[in-house]
């Protein structure tokens, strides 16, 4: 298990914006950058969904619900990932979760709120 730690969420109003961060502190740096990451979320009685998610070679994907308005990034020499969110929806309200995978082998963050009133 990779011990990942997310940063960033809170409240804001419709249209805001935010970035999340997910820190990979006790990792070495090869791992890291060799590791696929995502961003999932979870909205209160659902399922988790993905978000968006890069791979090692920097190839991103994402939800078409986000596709747009959502970035995500890494930075493997300080093993961070990031996601910006601009133009914030109420239906983006939810738990976001931190994700890495390297040698098929999956870990989560603890989650950080993130909630849009309309």
């Known amino acids: 298990q990779v011990y990942l730690v997310e940063s960033g969420g809170g409240s804001v109003q419709a249209g805001g914006s935010l970035r999340l961060s997910c820190a990979a502190p006790?990792?070495?740096?090869?791992?890291?950058?060799?590791?696929?990451l995502a961003w999932y979320r979870q909205p209160l009685g659902k399922e988790r969904e993905l978000v968006a998610s890069?791979?090692?070679?920097?190839?991103?994907n994402y939800a078409n619900s986000v596709e747009g308005r959502f970035t995500i990034s890494r930075n493997n020499g300080r093993k961070m990932m990031y996601l910006q969110m601009n133009d914030l929806k109420p239906d983006d309200t939810a738990v976001y979760y931190c994700?890495?995978?390297?040698?098929?082998?999956?870990?989560w963050g603890q989650g950080t709120q993130v909630t849009v009133s309309s």
């Open positions: 994700f890495f995978n390297r040698w098929n082998q999956d870990s």
């Open positions: 890069v791979t090692s070679d920097g190839i991103t």
């Open positions: 006790r990792t070495i740096l090869s791992t890291y950058a060799g590791a696929s």
